[in-house]
């Protein structure tokens, strides 16, 4: 697998000239992951406008830090505290005078750090630079959010014959995240959300302790991760038979999630994407009933840039991983959600999660 740690951090160096940075602190651990391969979940790391990396941990990550960040930067184990560190390595940095942070991912206590014991070097706000780098994913990338969007649908191929009326949410959720973890997933992204009858009409349900019923409508929405990527997908079936109005809805967020998949691109705008969904939802009388935006990027993070909303202005890039998951909710009823997640191509997109669309009866 090719090092494109290289690439990234030239790619990022290139993002600060502009912005007339000398350096960056980089404070989000997903960024820290991207750049240099760190695993952990407690770090800091500054790179200089010159090419310095400076990383930092604690002596937990000692071993796992070496093998992990190796060389691409100048790793520093601290026994302390990591801002202590900083604040001695810092100086030696060459050429650093007014450096950047990243607005969305430092807590106001550090920051006060910055005005304190970091008062040397000017420090200047930012906002989503190496979330923009982490758009366009390399074909490594594609490939394990690939992998695990297959852990998603196998582990959902097993569980769904073993669902019936009689069984709880929870119970649903125990034999899912169960066979997620018989087919590979590292973790579970995100609190998986088994919701059934009524709930279903809640877009982010969890999953409670409620019984499931003959003629309920089954939402499961739940995600795999593999080697730090995420897929994420949902899938809607009804207890027993289906009833008209089930079926009905169902094809309308069917037809709206297939063809949107199918269309959506590299280029166009987010607010494009959601509307090749939403005009198809209100022509067909739920548009009220869609109250949530069409889909979020996904990569080392379960919800990453691009955004796919009715106000997202911002152009998808060639290289992002989307998801596609239109819905329509009635309160006291029920909804219906069909996620599936797609790989923006420079020539032509791609459905990474294989997964009937049919309208499944199960139990
Ligand atoms: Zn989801
Ligand atoms: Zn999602």
Redo the contacts with the bound molecule.
């Keep these: 697998m090719a090092d494109r740690r290289p690439q990234r951090i030239a790619a990022l160096i290139e993002a600060l000239l502009p912005l007339k940075l000398d350096g960056l602190l980089l404070t989000n651990a997903p960024n820290i992951r991207y750049l240099t391969g760190f695993t952990g979940s407690s770090a800091l790391a500054f790179l200089s406008a010159r090419g310095d990396l400076l990383f930092i941990t604690d002596f937990r990550y000692k071993t796992q830090a070496s093998a992990e960040v190796g060389d691409i930067a100048d790793v520093e184990i601290e026994q302390q505290n990591l801002w202590a560190r900083l604040w001695q390595r810092l100086p030696f940095l060459a050429g650093v005078e007014v450096a950047g942070f990243e607005s969305h991912h430092l807590v106001h206590r550090d920051f006060e750090r910055l005005l304190d014991a970091g008062k040397r070097w000017q420090w200047r706000p930012t906002l989503d630079l190496v979330e923009h780098l982490r758009e366009r994913k390399d074909p490594d990338e594609v490939a394990r959010i690939s992998e695990a969007a297959g852990i998603a649908t196998r582990a959902l191929a097993r569980t769904l014959p073993q669902i019936h009326a009689g069984m709880t949410e929870l119970q649903v959720a125990a034999a899912l995240e169960g066979s997620l973890r018989e087919e590979g997933s590292e973790e579970y992204p995100f609190p998986s959300i088994v919701a059934s009858g009524e709930r279903s009409a809640l877009p982010h349900a969890g999953t409670s302790a409620r019984t499931i019923q003959s003629g309920d409508l089954l939402l499961l ?1 739940f ?1 795999a991760s593999a080697a730090g990527y995420c897929a ?1 997908i ?1 899938r809607t079936v009804v207890i027993g038979r289906a009833d008209d109005e089930q079926r009905d809805i169902y094809g309308v967020v069917r037809e709206a999630n297939e063809s949107t998949a199918a269309r959506v691109k590299a280029g166009m705008r987010g607010k494009d994407a959601d509307a090749l969904a939403r005009e198809y939802i209100e022509r067909r009388g739920y548009g009220e009933a869609f109250g949530h935006s069409l ?2 990027g ?1 990569g080392l993070e ?2 990453e840039a691009p955004r796919l909303s009715r106000t997202a202005e911002g152009v998808l890039a060639a290289g992002a991983v989307v ?1 596609i ?1 239109p819905g329509i909710y009635r309160p006291g009823w029920g909804g219906v959600r069909i ?1 599936d997640d797609v790989h923006l191509g420079a020539d032509g997109s791609d459905l990474l999660t294989h997964f009937t669309r049919e309208l499944l009866e199960v139990g």
Excluded: A, F, R
């Design positions: 929405d995600g994420d949902t889909g979020h996904i379960v919800h998801t998951e996620e």
